[in-house]
């Protein structure tokens, strides 16, 4: 396996220890790393793609009234 240039391998038992401020380190540094085990690599751990921030601007119903009686006839002892 060839790993890229943003890939950096560590073993299993550094993971192990270390694997909070890796996670850390991938999200804030954009840095994927390998873990290998006995010198095999078995997982990649690899940074999540930044979210856009989202507004709920414009996503909101303004009613006019909305203490205004409604055309729909209900029950309310109906259950």
Do not use: H, Q
């Not at 909101?60 to 209900?74: K, N």
């Amino acid at each position: 396996m060839t790993m890229k240039a943003r890939e950096k391998a560590v073993s299993a038992a550094e993971f192990k220890s270390k694997c909070l401020a890796l996670f850390d380190d991938a999200e804030s540094r954009r840095r994927t790393y390998v873990v290998t085990k006995r010198g095999r690599p078995v997982a990649r751990v690899v940074p999540l793609p930044r979210k856009t921030g989202s507004s709920l601007r414009g996503s909101l119903i303004y009613e006019e009234d909305l203490l205004a009686p409604v055309d729909v006839e209900w029950n309310a002892a109906r259950v």
